[in-house]
């Protein structure tokens, strides 16, 4: 009887520990897809994608931040980082990863690399 309740206390601190631990992982990270009001599809992609990939990869500890440029103008983000076209960005604090190029290249054909692409900067940060 004394093992098994070693065991379970054990579990449990296990469970704790992995469960505090991928909560600070993303904590912090903020990801934002600029777009303007007129989308083409592979804009509408991105968003899609990315959104899959962070729902996938990170539950609801990571939500996708979309702006409308046309309709948000005075945004901060946006006027921080001088977004004035379509822009997929990861921040966290003063770091910046910009995705846009790589995004809208393979969204459409390669949307598995993309959401790989997304979990690596991510995880990195």
Not at 34 to 51: G, P, Q, S
Not at 100 to 125: H, Q, S, V
């Amino acid at each position: 009887m004394k093992k098994l309740i070693i065991l379970f206390v054990l579990c449990i601190t296990g469970i704790i520990a992995a469960q505090a631990q991928s909560g600070t992982k993303t904590s912090g990270i903020e990801v934002y897809y600029f777009h303007a009001t007129n989308r083409c599809v592979t804009c509408e992609a991105v968003e899609a994608i990315t959104r899959e990939a962070l729902k996938q990869y990170y539950n609801d500890q990571i939500i996708l931040k979309t702006v409308n440029r046309d309709q948000e103008k005075d945004n901060p983000v946006m006027i921080k980082h001088k977004v004035s076209g379509q822009t997929l960005l990861v921040l966290k604090g003063d770091k910046v990863v910009d995705l846009t190029t790589f995004a809208f290249m393979n969204a459409r054909t390669k949307p598995e690399k993309l959401k790989e692409k997304i979990k690596e900067t991510i995880d990195r940060m």
